[in-house]
């Protein structure tokens, strides 16, 4: 089945760890994106990508870093200088034309140990 | 973009449809209506999207009024796996941020 898969479903930080996040999709979509999700809100844009090897910051990149050195992956790095990590962490992909929705992948929880 | 409005929660029966309306009044003529819908600690599923025409698939159908400042997602057979939260979001390609509001939540009972 193609889909968006998300690794790991739940994840912990120690203070001043970088942990990544993987996303991997195997629907030969050319744009992906990382969104953040807190209790009751709304998702909100970290980065997105809608190419290999290129990438754009979305509202709330600072403390956060991503590659796309592969049209299936876009790992997310959460960074030591990110201070307040905990969420919900969703990734999702698109084609290239221009109306079409976005899937997302099941999301990773991070948690701050 | 278009800002949406939609009411914070509904209850649905089970077996009936579930009629949850979208307010964007201010919408493009170049801005499509999506909608997703979110259950508890998973990703958000996409539903349907539509520019100006009605739109069906097999999950719903989405009602645009002519004017397109609000639209109505339509479930036909609420069944209690519909509990979740449903997001309307207005948007313009290219669509590279889908803004969730608080959505509606949903709560189909037996």
């Known amino acids: 089945d193609g889909g968006i898969t998300q690794s790991p479903k739940y994840l912990f930080r120690k203070e001043g760890q970088n942990v990544t996040l993987s996303c991997e999709q195997n629907?030969?979509?050319?744009?992906m994106y990382w969104y953040r999700q807190d209790p009751g809100q709304g998702l909100r844009l970290i980065y997105y990508?809608?190419?290999?090897?290129?990438?754009q910051k979305g509202d709330i990149a600072e403390g956060y870093s991503v590659s796309r050195e592969k049209k299936e992956s876009f790992p997310l790095t959460v960074t030591s200088a990110q201070k307040n990590p905990t969420a919900f962490y969703l990734c999702?992909?698109?084609?290239?034309?221009?109306?079409?929705?976005?899937?997302f992948g099941d999301g990773t929880r991070l948690s701050i140990l | 973009d278009a800002k949406t409005t939609q009411p914070p929660s509904m209850d649905c029966a089970e077996g009936r449809a579930a009629n949850l309306p979208c307010n964007h009044s201010?919408?493009?003529?170049?801005?499509?209506v999506y909608w997703y819908r979110q259950i508890h600690s998973q990703g958000p599923q996409y539903i349907i999207h539509g520019l100006k025409n009605n739109e069906t698939n097999e999950m719903a159908s989405l009602i645009i009024t002519e004017d397109r400042k609000s639209s109505t997602l339509i479930l036909p057979h609420a069944t209690l796996r519909d509990t979740a939260v449903y997001y309307c979001i207005v948007r313009a390609p290219p669509n590279n941020d889908m803004r969730f509001g608080a959505g509606t939540r949903l709560t189909v009972k037996p």
């Open positions: 999702a992909s698109s084609t290239q034309a221009d109306n079409q929705p976005q899937h």
């Open positions: 629907l030969n979509h050319d744009a």
């Open positions: 990508s809608q190419i290999v090897n290129d990438f």
């Open positions: 201010t919408i493009s003529g170049n801005e499509y």
